[in-house]
């Protein structure tokens, strides 16, 4: 049986932490960003931590279980 591959877009979005939890980009901060404040742009920077009810799923795209 082949190996299994793993989702393209999955890989480009996601990456893991030393300690096994999956890092994220935030969305909205691609366009329209003028009538946003400067807060919300600066917090939408930071990278976030995929929510624990999404972790199995983006686990079975990234082919980690």
Not at 10 to 21: E, N, P, Q, V
Not at 45 to 53: E, N, R, S
């Amino acid at each position: 049986m082949p190996k299994m591959k793993t989702n393209s877009g999955a890989k480009k979005r996601f990456t893991l932490t030393g300690s096994g939890k999956i890092k994220r980009k935030h969305a909205f901060k691609r366009h329209i960003l003028t009538k946003k404040t400067n807060k919300q742009k600066r917090n939408l920077t930071q990278d976030g931590l995929v929510h624990p009810a999404d972790v199995n799923n983006v686990k079975l795209l990234l082919r980690l279980k």
